[in-house]
């Protein structure tokens, strides 16, 4: 986007009117530049290191022994589990590896008590806990307490959708209510969430409430809410859970070294000699758009859970694009930089308008220099018939910034597409394995930072930088240092993105000898 800030653009002539009378530091630029660098650095670093965790100790979970309660699996095209009494962990997904040229599947809460749990309260009889010993028959797990009531559950698979099915069947003599519960525990993960906010996630009142892992150390959290969802969601993965019954509590909170979030609904009155049946619906899956809005037929708002951003109305076409083009080139090295030319090739005619304003500018260079040395000493006139002979040559200051300022939003939210993008993950291209992450061999942001310097020079050629006290040499100083510091900011950014500034540096270079034969 720096390409636009050169010796001919309005910008740097109305730069140079304003400060015609000023004297200028030889290290004014450096400086300047300097700082931009140092505030940038630190921005990066404290969006994408991980956030120190240390916090006072609180309640630990409580350990169970679950030795004596057997273990199942639930095996589906998509995931296999374990089941263990009301517990349900060690959920792999069978389409995604745990890394770049890896056997292994990603497995999500697996570890020492990472579950989750799905449970009732009862009233007037007992109910089920983690360390009952179900009944199994065919994958009907069955459960009967002193009292005569029988606890039937039943869980299927769909997709990434898990649904637990209750039936309560009171034989006793008595009234009796359950209250379902669903909580899940597990630990944090900021280190493979670097530039994405990830931590507990709920669904309140038709809102998305989001609380990250650095917000839970130091406070809890609680909703109450008709009917809704909460659980955690990371970088590329969600788990949440659903109860399908109002009136629901909804809590998020660290528990020791683990986070806990927790839904308990409404209790459910059984009559003696009636039953009742709770569905409690459970996602645990990649955080992919197609794939939640199949969920949301029984998760609702679980679609909804995706940051985009704040040019999430780019960000959205841009990833459905970039998926596109994969589908037909099958790498997503190849889509990105199909994907480049095309949104170059979308905004030539605004690139191409700038560069004639470029050249507008330059033609009216003398006649600028005459009016500030006639008007040095008269700031007011001299903007009057500044704005003249904009006016005569039809132009304006800032009519070759047009294409960066459109550029901003563009890079922003590709950045923010390129994080979430779970098909990203692991995608290879030439030397790098996975787009996702940042260059390992530093390869591409030394290419991008060649085509800018590259580009650059091509644009400013024409400014004698010997002339120290001239606005446009001082100008040109300073842009002299924008390669290095983008370099060096890109170097940790992920290698999908830093590919889109290369091509797009090329592709400029291209267009800039295009348009000026084309002007000749």
């Known amino acids: 986007m720096v390409q636009y800030m ?16 000023a004297k200028k530091s030889k290290f004014s630029g450096f400086l300047w530049w300097f700082f931009v660098f140092i505030t940038a650095w630190w921005l990066l670093g404290f969006i994408v290191e991980p956030k120190n965790t240390n916090q006072p100790a609180v309640e630990e979970v409580a350990v169970v022994d679950l030795s004596a309660v057997p273990q199942h699996s639930i095996d589906s095209e998509k995931l296999h589990a374990t089941v263990q009494g009301l517990r349900i962990s060690n959920v792999k997904l069978d389409d995604f590896a ?8 990603v497995t999500l809460l697996s570890g020492d008590d990472n579950f989750i749990e799905i449970g009732m309260l009862a009233s007037g009889t007992s109910a089920p806990v983690a360390t009952t010993v179900w009944g199994d028959k065919d994958g009907a797990y069955t459960w009967r307490n002193n009292d005569g009531v029988t606890y039937s559950r039943a869980i299927t698979v769909d997709g990434y959708v898990l649904t637990v099915t209750d039936t309560i069947k009171n034989n006793s003599k008595t009234n009796i209510s ?5 909580r899940i525990i597990r630990e944090n993960d900021t280190k493979s969430s670097s530039g994405v906010t990830s931590g507990a996630i709920a669904y309140v009142n038709s809102d998305i409430e989001q609380a990250p892992w650095h917000k839970m150390d130091k406070k809890s959290y609680a909703y109450s809410t008709t009917t809704g969802f909460a659980g955690f969601a990371d970088q590329y993965w969600e788990t949440v859970a659903s109860i399908d019954k109002p009136d629901q509590t909804i809590r998020i909170k660290k528990t020791g070294d683990k986070y806990s979030s927790d839904i308990a609904a ?40 995706i940051d985009y951003g704040w040019f999430w109305f780019l960000a959205r076409p841009m990833l459905w694009m970039l998926n596109m083009i994969h589908h037909l080139v099958m790498n997503y090295g190849v889509a990105i930089i199909i994907m480049t030319i095309l949104l170059r090739l979308m905004m030539w005619p605004l690139t191409r308008k700038s560069y004639v304003n470029m050249a507008i500018m330059q033609k009216m260079q003398p006649e600028m220099q005459r009016i500030q040395k006639l008007y040095a000493n008269d700031k007011m006139r001299l903007q009057m018939e500044m704005m003249k002979l904009y006016q005569t040559h039809k132009t304006s200051p800032m009519a070759g910034c047009l294409p960066m300022l459109i550029q901003i939003p563009i890079f922003f939210a590709l950045y923010k597409a390129l994080l979430i993008s779970v098909p990203m993950r692991n ?20 290419m991008m930072g060649a085509t800018m310097w590259l580009q650059q020079r091509l644009q400013t050629s024409n400014i004698n930088s010997s002339k120290s006290n001239d606005a446009a040499a001082q100008t040109k100083k300073m842009m002299s240092w924008l390669p290095i510091l983008f370099t060096i900011m890109f170097a940790w950014m992920p290698a999908g993105l830093v590919l889109y500034w290369t091509v797009s540096n090329l592709f400029g270079i291209l267009q800039m000898q295009i348009i000026k034969n084309q002007n000749k």
Not at 8 to 15: H, R
Not at 266 to 284: E, L, Y
């Open 6 to 21: 050169n010796n001919n653009s309005g910008f740097n002539q109305w730069n140079a009117n304003r400060n015609a009378n």
């Open 98 to 105: 745990a890394g770049a040229d890896n056997e292994e599947h």
């Open 178 to 182: 359950v209250s379902p519960y669903v």
């Open 266 to 305: 409404g209790a459910v009155p059984v009559a003696s000699g009636d039953s009742a049946t709770i569905a409690t619906n459970i996602f645990i899956g990649p955080r992919e758009q197609s794939v939640l809005d199949t969920a949301e037929g029984k998760i609702a708002g679980i679609a909804e859970t």
């Open 427 to 446: 995608a290879h291209f030439l030397w790098i394995s996975d787009l996702s992450a940042m260059d390992p061999y530093f390869i591409l942001p030394i």
